[in-house]
C-alpha cells in the first residue's frame, strides 16, 4: 500500500501538483482491492495521476467514483488511464454529470479493456448528446467482458434506445441493464423489444419509469423470463457436466487401481509358481540322482516299493478327499455369491425407493416454488398500480404547477400596466406645467402681481402635483412589493412541490429495490431446486455407478473362480504324473490352500468395503433429506418474510396516499 501511496504522490509532483490528503488516506486502506473516492472531489491533475497509476496497478479491482462532480477533462483524463488496466472488475460512476466528451470517453473504455465487467453510469447525462451516446453503443456492441451496466436517469430518449438495441443485437454477453427513469417512451421500448429474440444472453432489463406502455413491458419481461431459463438450463447442464466428469474420473481412477492389484496379485501368483518349480526341479535332481545310486539294489527294495504303493493308495485317498472337500469349498462359496446377490437386489430396490421419494420432495419443493412466485407476482401488480397512482400525482403537481406560472406571470403584467399608468400621469402633469409656463411669460407683461399671484398659484399646483406623484410612486411600490411576495410564494410553492416530487420519486426508488429484492430471492430459490435436482442427479449416477462396480466384481470372481478350477485341475494332473514325489505336490497343495484363503479373506474384505459404501450412501442420503428438509424450513421463513414485507409495504404506500390529501396539493389564492 505504501508503494501505491509513493508512487501516487510522485506522478502528481511529477504533474506539478500536490496530492489530495483524502486519496492518499484511501490508498493506504484498499480493503480487498476497493478504492472509494466517493464523494470527493478530484481535481484534474489528481486525475491525471490516478489515470497513469491505474495503467499498471495490479491491487485495485474495484473503483469507487460516485458523486465526485468530475470535469469533463478529469473524466476523459481518467478513462483514458483505465484504458489499459488489467485488473479492475467493477466502476462506479454515479453522479459526475458526464456529457459527450464523458460518452466518448467510455466508450474509448469500452473497446479496449478487456477485463471490466460491471460499469455504474446512474444519475449522468449521456442521453442528451445522441451522437456520442450513439459511439458509447456502437462500443458497447464491440465489448466482450461487460455483464452489468446501469444506465438510471441518464436522459435517454428513444433515439438512445434505438441505439442501445443495435447494440444488443450484436453483444452476446451483457447479462444485466438498468434504464429505469428515462425518456424512452413507446418507441424506444418496442426498439428494445424488437432486438431481443436476437440475444439471448441478456436475462435482465429494467423500464421502470420510461413511459412504456404495458404490453411492450409484458414482452420484455417474457423475454427476460425465457433467457433466464435459458441461463438456468446452461448452468444445470454446466453442473451436470462437471459432476459426470468427476464420476467418470473417479471410475478411471478406481479401475486403474483395481487393475494394478490384479496384475500384482497376479505378479506375486507367478513368482510362487516360479519358486515352486525350481524347488521341484531341484528335489527331481536328487531323487534321479538317488535313483541312479540305488538302482542297483531296486531288488531288495521291491518290498519297500509295496510299501510304497500302499502309501500311494493312502496318498490316493487323501487327494480324493481333498476333491470332495474343494467341491464342498465351491458350493460354499456359490452360495455366498448368491446370497451377496440378493443382498445387493434389496439394496438396489431400497435405492429405488429412495430416489422415488427424493422426486416427491422436489416435485413439492417445486410447487411450493410456484406459490412464492404467485405471490412475488401479485405484489409487483400492487406495485405496478401504486406507480400508476404516484403517476396522477405527479400529473396533478404539473398541472398546479402551470397554474402558478400562469398568475405569477398576470401578476408581472399588472406591475407593466401599472407602470405605464404612472408614466402617463407623470408626461400629463408635465405638459399641464408647460402649458401654464408659457401662459405666465405671455401674461409677464401685464402686470407683476398678476404675475405674483400666477407664480403662487403655480408653486401651490406644483406642490400638489408633487404630492400626487409621491402617491402614485408609494402605491406602484407597494403593488410591486405585494407582486412581488407573491412570485415568492409561488417559487416557494413550487420548491416544496418539486421536494415533494423528490420524496415520491425515493419511495418509488425503495419500491423498485424492494421488488428487486424479491425477485433475487426467488432467483435464490430456483437455484436451490436446481442444486437439488442436481443432486439427486449425482446420486442416481453414484447409484448406477456402484452397480457396474458390482458386476465388474462379480465377474473378477467368476474369472478367480475359473482359475482356482483350472489350478485344481492342474494339480490332480500333477499328482496323477508325478507319483514318486508325494511330499512335494502335498506342499503345493497346502500351498494352493493358503492361496485360497487369502483370496476367501480379499472376499471379504470386498464385501466388508462394499456394505461400508453402502452405509455411506444411506447417511449421505440422510443428509440430502435433512439438508432438503432445512430448505423447506427457510423457504417458509422467505415466504412469511416476503408476506411481512409486502403487508408493510402495502400500509405504508396506503399511509402515504391516506396522509397527503388533495387540499396540501392546491396553492394559495
Not at 531341484?282 to 542297483?296: D, P, V
Not at 408635465?430 to 404675475?451: D, P, Q, S
Not at 489350478?567 to 485360497?596: C, I, P, S
Request: charged share 30%; with cysteine; proline share 1%.
Amino acid at each position: 500500500m505504501e508503494e501505491v501511496q509513493r508512487s501516487y504522490s510522485r506522478l502528481c509532483k511529477e504533474n506539478g501538483a500536490e496530492p489530495q490528503e483524502t486519496v492518499l488516506q484511501r490508498l493506504q486502506e484498499l480493503p480487498r482491492g476497493r478504492l472509494d473516492l466517493a464523494t470527493q472531489s478530484l481535481t484534474v491533475d489528481t486525475c491525471r495521476a490516478l489515470g497513469k497509476l491505474l495503467q499498471k496497478e495490479t491491487l485495485v479491482t474495484e473503483l469507487i467514483l460516485s458523486d465526485c462532480m468530475l470535469s469533463e477533462e478529469g473524466a476523459t483524463l481518467l478513462l483514458q488511464g483505465l484504458c489499459a488496466n488489467t485488473v479492475l472488475r467493477f466502476l462506479d460512476l454515479k453522479g459526475n454529470n458526464l456529457q459527450a466528451a464523458g460518452a466518448k470517453a467510455l466508450g474509448r473504455l469500452l473497446r479496449q479493456n478487456k477485463c471490466l465487467q460491471s460499469l455504474t453510469l446512474e444519475w449522468n447525462n449521456l442521453g442528451t448528446w445522441e451522437d456520442a451516446f450513439a459511439t458509447f453503443c456502437g462500443a458497447l456492441a464491440a465489448n466482450s467482458t461487460l455483464r452489468q451496466l446501469d444506465l438510471r436517469n441518464n436522459q435517454i430518449s428513444h433515439k438512445g434506445a434505438e441505439a442501445l438495441a443495435l447494440a444488443l443485437k450484436s453483444n452476446a454477453h451483457l447479462q444485466q441493464l438498468d434504464l429505469r427513469w428515462n425518456n424512452i417512451g413507446l418507441l424506444g421500448g418496442r426498439a428494445l423489444v424488437s432486438c431481443l429474440p436476437g440475444n439471448r444472453t441478456l436475462w435482465r432489463l429494467d423500464l421502470a419509469g420510461n413511459s412504456v406502455p404495458s404490453d411492450v413491458l409484458r414482452a420484455v419481461e417474457q423475454a427476460m423470463d425465457h433467457n433466464q431459463d435459458r441461463e438456468a438450463s446452461f448452468r444445470e447442464n454446466q453442473a451436470r457436466t462437471r459432476v459426470l466428469s468427476k464420476e467418470v474420473r473417479l471410475l478411471q481412477e478406481e479401475k486403474s487401481k483395481q487393475f494394478l492389484d490384479l496384475m500384482e496379485t497376479i505378479d506375486k501368483q507367478r513368482e510362487e509358481m516360479a519358486r515352486s518349480s525350481r524347488t521341484s526341479a531341484a528335489r527331481m535332481g536328487q531323487l534321479q540322482e538317488a535313483l541312479n545310486e540305488r538302482h542297483s539294489i531296486i531288488n531288495a527294495l521291491k518290498a519297500k516299493l509295496q510299501m510304497a504303493e500302499a502309501a500311494l493308495a493312502l496318498s490316493e485317498q487323501k487327494a480324493q478327499d481333498l476333491g470332495e472337500r474343494l467341491a464342498t469349498a465351491e458350493q460354499e462359496h456359490r452360495s455366498l455369491t448368491q446370497k451377496q446377490a440378493k443382498e445387493h437386489r434389496l439394496e438396489q430396490q431400497e435405492a429405488a425407493e429412495r430416489e422415488s421419494k427424493l422426486l416427491k420432495d422436489l416435485s413439492a419443493a417445486t410447487e411450493k416454488n410456484l406459490l412464492l412466485q404467485n405471490q412475488v407476482d401479485e405484489l409487483e401488480r400492487k406495485v405496478q398500480s401504486q406507480q400508476d397512482q404516484l403517476l396522477q400525482t405527479r400529473q396533478e403537481l404539473t398541472s398546479k404547477s402551470a397554474e402558478l406560472k400562469m398568475r405569477a406571470i398576470q401578476a408581472e403584467e399588472r406591475l407593466e400596466l401599472e407602470k405605464k399608468r404612472s408614466r402617463q400621469s407623470l408626461e400629463d402633469s408635465e405638459t399641464l406645467r408647460f402649458k401654464e409656463v408659457e401662459h405666465m411669460t405671455r401674461h409677464l407683461e401685464e402686470t407683476e402681481k398678476a404675475m405674483q399671484e400666477r407664480v403662487q398659484k403655480l408653486e401651490a399646483a406644483r406642490l400638489s402635483l408633487e404630492e400626487e406623484l409621491s402617491r402614485v410612486k408609494a402605491m406602484a411600490l407597494s403593488e410591486r412589493g405585494q407582486a412581488e411576495e407573491e412570485l415568492i410564494k409561488a417559487k416557494n410553492q413550487v420548491r416544496l412541490e418539486e421536494q415533494r416530487l423528490a420524496h415520491l420519486e425515493e419511495r418509488l426508488r425503495l419500491l423498485a429495490q424492494a421488488r428487486d429484492e424479491a425477485q433475487g430471492a426467488c432467483l435464490q430459490q430456483r437455484q436451490t431446486v436446481a442444486e437439488a435436482q442436481a443432486r439427486a442427479g449425482q446420486l442416481g449416477l453414484q447409484v448406477e455407478g456402484l452397480k457396474r462396480r458390482l458386476e465388474e466384481l462379480q465377474q473378477e470372481l467368476s474369472n478367480k473362480d475359473q482359475e482356482k478350477v483350472a489350478e485344481v485341475t492342474r494339480v490332480r494332473v500333477e499328482l496323477q504324473e508325478q507319483n514318486g514325489r508325494l511330499q512335494a505336490e502335498l506342499m503345493a497343495q497346502e500351498t494352493l490352500k493358503e492361496k485360497v484363503a487369502a483370496l476367501e479373506r480379499q472376499l471379504k474384505v470386498i464385501t466388508t468395503d462394499h456394505r461400508e459404501a453402502l452405509l455411506d450412501r444411506e447417511s449421505e442420503n440422510a443428509s440430502l433429506r435433512e439438508k432438503l428438509r432445512l430448505k423447506e424450513a427457510e423457504m417458509a421463513r422467505i415466504r412469511d418474510e416476503e408476506a411481512q414485507r409486502a403487508s408493510f409495504l402495502q400500509n405504508a404506500v396506503l399511509a402515504y396516499v391516506q396522509g397527503s390529501p388533495l387540499r396540501a396539493l392546491s396553492p394559495q389564492k
